[in-house]
T-cell receptor, first 111, second 116 residues
Framework: QKEVEQNSGPLSVPEGAIASLNCTYS??????FFWYRQYSGKSPELIMF????GDKEDGRFTAQLNKASQYVSLLIRDSQPSDSATYLC???????????FGKGTKLSVKP | SAVISQKPSRDICQRGTSLTIQCQVD?????MFWYRQQPGQSLTLIAT?????????ESGFVIDKFPISRPNLTFSTLTVSNMSPEDSSIYLC?????????????FGPGTRLTVL
């Protein structure tokens, strides 16, 4: 089983809709979870991080964490064409900050 | 967040040669990491660059192939040695102010390497 799994997509949603991106992880001891956005040809940029079970909201973005199910998701409300990118889920392994990345989900928001 | 720069931004190299990539941060950071992103793939951690000691390499990466220096808290280099076309990739450095779950990692702009 891969450490961090994501659907590769592409996930296509119409402008204004909610985009839902999902991620599962294998290490039950993981404590920290991150979502990065990567535009084509650019480096990843941090969108959100979450440490506690439940929801965490920041503007149009909501991260959801369920440690019992080893599941983390990212919701993007009122999706915009500028949200079109690859979204990378990352899980911290160990205590030294090492991040394990999923393969990413490519999101396409259609005008 | 810290401002991170990398040099060179891109390079085309011949097989068998070596390339050193520099990562500079505008503030002191505790942790610096080097990642590789192969075409169409996600990020893979190569090593953690430790200030004042040898880097900590991930499984599948060795010091002879990817020597790393970290002379101070704002600078690190990654050398890709004896390159082959399979080393063609984007190499990214990232930084964090503290280890563990209390801080987040930010990435530099990356170095796009093509090996012919």
């Amino acid at each position: 089983q891969k450490e961090v799994e994501q659907n590769s997509g592409p996930l296509s949603v119409p402008e204004g809709a909610i985009a839902s991106l999902n991620c599962t992880y294998s290490d039950r001891g993981s404590q920290s979870f991150f979502w990065y956005r990567q535009y084509s040809g650019k480096s990843p940029e941090l969108i959100m991080f979450i440490y506690s079970n439940g929801d965490k909201e920041d503007g149009r973005f909501t991260a959801q964490l369920n440690k019992a199910s080893q599941y983390v998701s990212l919701l993007i409300r009122d999706s915009q064409p500028s949200d079109s990118a690859t979204y990378l889920c990352a899980v911290e392994r160990g205590s030294q900050g090492n991040l394990i990345f999923g393969k990413g989900t490519k999101l396409s928001v259609k005008p | 967040s810290a401002v991170i720069s990398q040099k060179p931004s891109r390079d085309i190299c011949q097989r068998g040669t070596s390339l050193t990539i520099q990562c500079q941060v505008d503030s002191q950071v505790t942790m610096m990491f080097w990642y590789r992103q192969q075409p169409g793939q996600s990020l893979t951690l190569i090593a953690t660059a430790n200030q004042g000691s040898e880097a900590t390499y991930e499984s599948g990466f060795v010091i002879d192939k990817f020597p790393i220096s970290r002379p101070n808290l704002t600078f690190s280099t990654l050398t890709v040695s004896n390159m082959s076309p399979e080393d063609s990739s984007i190499y990214l450095c990232s930084v964090a102010s503290a280890p563990g779950s209390t801080d987040t990692q930010y990435f530099g702009p990356g170095t796009r390497l093509t090996v012919l």
